[in-house]
């Protein structure tokens, strides 16, 4: 089993940034892949930004130049994934979902509001 703790979330006017972190904890085994996404009030959820099981990290043209997702690995079977989130417009308001997955399994986490006032 692996855990995620998602933080960071918050209100910031338009223009402004917020920085998400997402804490696995657990059974960390071989990642396939850490991915952020969000969901929109009536909207599917949709895939934001990716690292890959190489470490890659790739995002979503909605977010390119404005947001970027790194990871950290400071203690065993810790790891942190960050969305840094520059330039937030009205339209990035969402919960904002941390995905895991690892050996076929997936796991989410809780979530964590974002909104963005114009």
């Known amino acids: 089993q692996v855990q995620l703790v998602e933080s960071g979330g918050g209100l910031v006017q338009a223009g402004g940034s917020l920085r998400l972190s997402c804490t696995a904890s657990?059974?960390?085994?071989?990642?396939?892949?850490m991915n952020w996404y969000r969901q929109a009030p009536g909207q599917e959820r949709e895939l934001v930004a990716s690292?890959?099981?190489?470490?890659?990290?790739?995002?979503?043209d909605s977010v390119k130049g404005r947001f970027t997702i790194s990871k950290d690995n400071n203690a065993k079977n810790t790891f942190q994934i960050y969305l840094q989130m520059n330039n937030l417009r009205p339209e990035d308001t969402a919960t904002y979902y941390c995905?895991?997955?690892?050996?076929?399994?997936?796991?989410w986490g809780q979530g964590t509001q974002v909104t963005v006032s114009s």
């Open positions: 657990g059974r960390i085994t071989m990642i396939d892949a």
């Open positions: 995905r895991w997955s690892q050996l076929g399994s997936v796991y």
């Open positions: 690292v890959d099981s190489l470490g890659r990290p790739t995002v979503e």
